[in-house]
C-alpha cells in the first residue's frame, strides 16, 4: 500500500466509522480540507471503502492471518494505526469492538465485560448500534469503574455489577465478600455470556488501577522488581503470561485467570506501544481468543523477540 492509497484508508475510516468531520480529519492528517473531500471522493468511485474497510487490505488479512496462527486465536480484528499519543486510541478501539460483537449478538444476548476506559467507552458504542438490550455482566469488582463513561440516555444496556470493590482492604476481608451471595450471583450469570470482553493494562501510570489511585507507586515498583508486564482483570503477569503472585492478588476481588481461561469468545481489547509486552503476555497465558489492535500493534506482535 502506498502512501496515498494509506491516507485514503484512513481518511475513509475516521470520516464513515468514527463520524468526523472533514476539517476534523484534515487537521488529524495535516492535509487540507480540500485534499480530504478529494480522498474520500476517489475512494468512492474505485472502490476503495468497499475494499479496503471489508477485508481490511491485503496486508490486514495476512497480519492477521500470521497472529491468529501464532498465538491460536479464533480471530483477530484489526484498524489502522491509532496513535495513542493523540487520545483517541481508546475511543477507536471501543468502536471497533462494539461494532465486532454488535454484528454477532443474538436475541437477549449476555456480555461480560472486565473494567476499564476502553471497555467502558465500548459498552456505550455497543448501546446506540444494537437493537434491543445487552445484559453486561461484571468480571471484577470495583462498581465505579464500569461507569466513568455511560451516557444514561443512551444506554441501551441492563448492568450486573459485582457488588465489591476491586481491591479489598486485607484477605479475609476479600474472602468474606467472595463468599456473598450477591457476589456469588453475578459469578454464576457471567457463564451464560456469549462473549466476554477485557482490556489489557500496561505497569505504566497510564494504566487504569495506576491512574486512578488504585494501586500505588510503591505498588507499581512492586510489581516490576518482580517481573510483572502487565495485567488482565488486574491479575498481573510475567512475560510468559505466568500470575505474578503478591499482596494485591491476595486482595483481588476478580474473576480467576483459569476460569478466564476456560471461557469462550473472550476478546482482549489493546494497542499502543506501551502495552505490547503486555498484549503478548496474555496471548502467551492463552487468556484470549479474539484480539482487536491495530496495525502497528500487530507488526510488533508478529516480530520474533
Same mark, same amino acid.
Given at each position: 500500500?502506498?502512501?496515498?492509497?494509506?491516507?485514503?484508508?484512513?481518511?475513509?475510516?475516521?470520516?464513515?466509522?468514527?463520524?468526523?468531520?472533514?476539517?476534523?480529519?484534515?487537521?488529524?492528517?495535516?492535509?487540507?480540507?480540500?485534499?480530504?473531500?478529494?480522498?474520500?471522493?476517489?475512494?468512492?468511485?474505485?472502490?476503495?471503502?468497499?475494499?479496503?474497510?471489508?477485508?481490511?487490505?491485503?496486508?490486514?488479512?495476512?497480519?492477521?492471518?500470521?497472529?491468529?496462527?501464532?498465538?491460536?486465536?479464533?480471530?483477530?480484528?484489526?484498524?489502522?494505526?491509532?496513535?495513542?499519543?493523540?487520545?483517541?486510541?481508546?475511543?477507536?478501539?471501543?468502536?471497533?469492538?462494539?461494532?465486532?460483537?454488535?454484528?454477532?449478538?443474538?436475541?437477549?444476548?449476555?456480555?461480560?465485560?472486565?473494567?476499564?476506559?476502553?471497555?467502558?467507552?465500548?459498552?456505550?458504542?455497543? +448501546?446506540?448500534?444494537?437493537?434491543?438490550?445487552?445484559?453486561?455482566?461484571?468480571?471484577?469488582?470495583?462498581?465505579?469503574?464500569?461507569?466513568?463513561?455511560?451516557?444514561?440516555?443512551?444506554?441501551?444496556?441492563?448492568?450486573?455489577?459485582?457488588?465489591?470493590?476491586?481491591?479489598?482492604?486485607?484477605?479475609?476481608?476479600?474472602?468474606?465478600?467472595?463468599?456473598?451471595?450477591?457476589?456469588?450471583?453475578?459469578?454464576?450469570?457471567?457463564?451464560?455470556?456469549?462473549?466476554?470482553?477485557?482490556?489489557?493494562?500496561?505497569?505504566?501510570?497510564? +494504566?487504569?488501577?495506576?491512574?486512578?489511585?488504585?494501586?500505588?507507586?510503591?505498588?507499581?515498583?512492586?510489581?516490576?522488581?518482580?517481573?510483572?508486564?502487565?495485567?488482565?482483570?488486574?491479575?498481573? $503477569?510475567?512475560?510468559?503470561?505466568?500470575?505474578?503472585?503478591?499482596?494485591?492478588?491476595?486482595?483481588?476481588?476478580?474473576?480467576?485467570?483459569?476460569?478466564?481461561?476456560?471461557?469462550?469468545?473472550?476478546?482482549?481489547?489493546?494497542?499502543?506501544?506501551?502495552?505490547?509486552?503486555?498484549?503478548? +503476555?496474555? $496471548?502467551?497465558?492463552?487468556?484470549?481468543?479474539?484480539?482487536?489492535?491495530?496495525?502497528?500493534?500487530? +507488526?510488533?506482535?508478529?516480530?520474533?523477540?
Amino acid at each position: 500500500m502506498n502512501y496515498e492509497e494509506s491516507l485514503m484508508v484512513k481518511a475513509v475510516w475516521y470520516y464513515y466509522f468514527e463520524n468526523m468531520t472533514q476539517q476534523a480529519i484534515a487537521d488529524r492528517l495535516s492535509i487540507s480540507r480540500m485534499r480530504v473531500i478529494k480522498l474520500l471522493d476517489t475512494a468512492r468511485h474505485t472502490g476503495v471503502i468497499q475494499f479496503r474497510l471489508r477485508s481490511d487490505g491485503i496486508g490486514m488479512v495476512e497480519q492477521s492471518r500470521d497472529l491468529i496462527n501464532k498465538y491460536h486465536l479464533k480471530d483477530v480484528f484489526l484498524i489502522p494505526d491509532v496513535d495513542a499519543a493523540s487520545g483517541h486510541a481508546n475511543e477507536s478501539l471501543a468502536r471497533a469492538g462494539a461494532m465486532y460483537i454488535a454484528d454477532r449478538l443474538g436475541e437477549n444476548a449476555c456480555i461480560n465485560v472486565g473494567y476499564g476506559d476502553t471497555l467502558s467507552r465500548t459498552l456505550n458504542h455497543l +448501546a446506540t448500534l444494537v437493537q434491543s438490550p445487552v445484559s453486561c455482566i461484571s468480571l471484577t469488582g470495583g462498581v465505579s469503574n464500569y461507569l466513568p463513561n455511560t451516557r444514561s440516555n443512551i444506554f441501551n444496556a441492563r448492568l450486573h455489577l459485582m457488588p465489591a470493590p476491586l481491591l479489598a482492604s486485607s484477605p479475609e476481608m476479600a474472602e468474606a465478600m467472595r463468599e456473598e451471595q450477591s457476589v456469588k450471583e453475578v459469578i454464576r450469570m457471567s457463564e451464560f455470556s456469549t462473549f466476554t470482553l477485557v482490556g489489557i493494562g500496561a505497569i505504566d501510570d497510564s +494504566a487504569t488501577v495506576f491512574r486512578s489511585g488504585l494501586l500505588s507507586p510503591s505498588d507499581r515498583f512492586y510489581l516490576k522488581m518482580n517481573n510483572a508486564v502487565g495485567d488482565v482483570l488486574c491479575h498481573f $503477569l510475567n512475560k510468559n503470561g505466568e500470575l505474578v503472585p503478591s499482596p494485591i492478588e491476595d486482595r483481588l476481588i476478580s474473576t480467576p485467570l483459569e476460569r478466564l481461561r476456560s471461557m469462550q469468545n473472550v476478546i482482549g481489547l489493546a494497542a499502543g506501544p506501551k502495552k505490547i509486552e503486555a498484549i503478548r +503476555a496474555v $496471548l502467551r497465558g492463552g487468556y484470549l481468543n479474539i484480539l482487536i489492535t491495530d496495525e502497528a500493534t500487530a +507488526a510488533q506482535l508478529l516480530k520474533d523477540e
